[in-house]
């Protein structure tokens, strides 16, 4: 039986808005694991936050811009 | 869920709307108090003899007349600013559940654990059993548990929507490109229905929202049953 969890309150983003806790995590995730190294398992963290908040339409089109090299932000 | 007998607020299934349902009884108890008083006096204006030709003022009773309102503002003031803050305590929700509306159904997401995905169409009218609600049934209901605090992240494919279940004191807006938090706990089992509150085309009345409150045990077992079509 998984126990229920899921991405935490997060102070820097207190309000109703959560459209960039979504954006920074995700980000967050990308740029830990080229700084770190895919097996560093802390960056973890934040693909368990971008999955649970994002929706998969978003990361999905997101992933499609990264492999294209068309993603707008910096990773 | 409102039928044509609901007057006032719906019983409540969330300790925030309850809260909620007290302060609207509280404050309508007041207005009404004022005015039965109000008309009260207006009716025996009509009916009685008194007159005083040479009336010019009244220090004593415009006081009273003053402070008076100004206090039972206080009393109706006091408790909803209460109501207003505890609406935005922060609180860590055990359960993410994602919606996107679209024209003209929702889609919810829950994918914590395992990637579920699902979309929630209305019965039509046409395709209704005898055990359904008209225009209030889906073919898929979000299934929550109760007692849990619940994270809705709400959102849209393609036009302004918005995400509501009146029994939870939940409305909000669905709005492309952006992501609207709202966190509710369920603090009964039952089936909660709401519909889209903006308007967003044609079937915009034909996309309503059923969340079925069950326990955490039967949460997981549907988790585990929905994880594997």
């Known amino acids: 039986?998984?126990?229920?969890?899921?991405?935490?309150?997060?102070?820097?983003?207190?309000?109703?808005?959560?459209?960039?806790?979504?954006?920074?995590?995700?980000?967050d995730f990308y740029r830990c694991q080229k700084v770190k190294g895919e097996s560093y398992k802390p960056c973890q963290y934040f693909k368990k936050v971008y999955n649970s908040v994002c929706p998969n339409s978003w990361v999905e089109k997101w992933n499609d811009q990264r492999e294209d090299g068309t993603f707008p932000a910096k990773i | 869920m409102m039928t044509w007998k609901t007057l006032m607020s719906p019983d409540s299934a969330s300790p925030l709307m309850e809260q909620?349902?007290?302060?609207?009884?509280?404050?309508?108890?007041?207005?009404?108090?004022?005015?039965?008083?109000?008309?009260?006096?207006?009716?025996?204006?009509?009916?009685?003899?008194?007159?005083?030709?040479?009336?010019?003022?009244?220090?004593?009773?415009?006081?009273?007349?003053?402070i008076l309102p100004a206090v039972?503002?206080?009393?109706?003031?006091?408790?909803?600013?209460?109501?207003?803050?505890l609406l935005d305590e922060v609180n860590n929700p055990l359960v993410?559940?994602?919606?996107?509306?679209?024209?003209?159904?929702?889609s919810y997401e829950y994918t914590d654990f395992a990637n579920i995905e699902f979309d929630?169409?209305?019965?039509?009218?046409?395709?209704?059993?005898?055990?359904?609600?008209?225009?209030?049934?889906?073919?898929?209901?979000?299934?929550v548990p109760y007692n849990s605090q619940i994270r809705m992240i709400v959102t849209a494919a393609d036009v302004l929507h918005s995400w509501t279940i009146p029994t939870l004191g939940v409305k909000i807006d669905a709005t492309p490109g952006r992501?609207?938090?709202i966190s509710f706990l369920l603090n009964r089992t039952g089936i909660f229905f709401g519909q889209c509150s903006e308007i967003c085309?044609?079937?915009?009345?034909?996309?309503?929202?059923?969340?079925?409150?069950?326990?955490?045990?039967?949460?997981?077992?549907?988790?585990y049953n929905m994880s594997e079509i």
């Open chain 1, 1 to 27: 039986m998984p126990s229920l969890e899921t991405a935490p309150f997060d102070p820097r983003f207190p309000n109703t808005n959560q459209t960039r806790y979504c954006y920074s995590s995700y980000l």
């Open chain 2, 20 to 66: 909620l349902t007290f302060l609207h009884d509280h404050a309508l108890m007041i207005l009404l108090m004022i005015t039965v008083l109000v008309g009260y006096l207006m009716a025996s204006l009509f009916v009685n003899k008194f007159n005083y030709r040479y009336l010019l003022e009244g220090q004593t009773i415009e006081m009273i007349w003053t």
């Open chain 2, 72 to 85: 039972i503002l206080i009393f109706i003031a006091l408790p909803s600013l209460r109501l207003l803050y």
């Open chain 2, 96 to 106: 993410t559940v994602k919606t996107i509306g679209h024209q003209w159904y929702w």
């Open chain 2, 120 to 143: 929630s169409y209305m019965i039509p009218s046409n395709e209704m059993e005898d055990y359904h609600f008209r225009l209030l049934d889906v073919d898929n209901r979000i299934a």
């Open chain 2, 179 to 181: 992501l609207n938090q």
């Open chain 2, 201 to 223: 085309g044609a079937n915009h009345s034909f996309m309503p929202i059923v969340m079925e409150s069950i326990s955490p045990e039967c949460f997981i077992s549907w988790i």
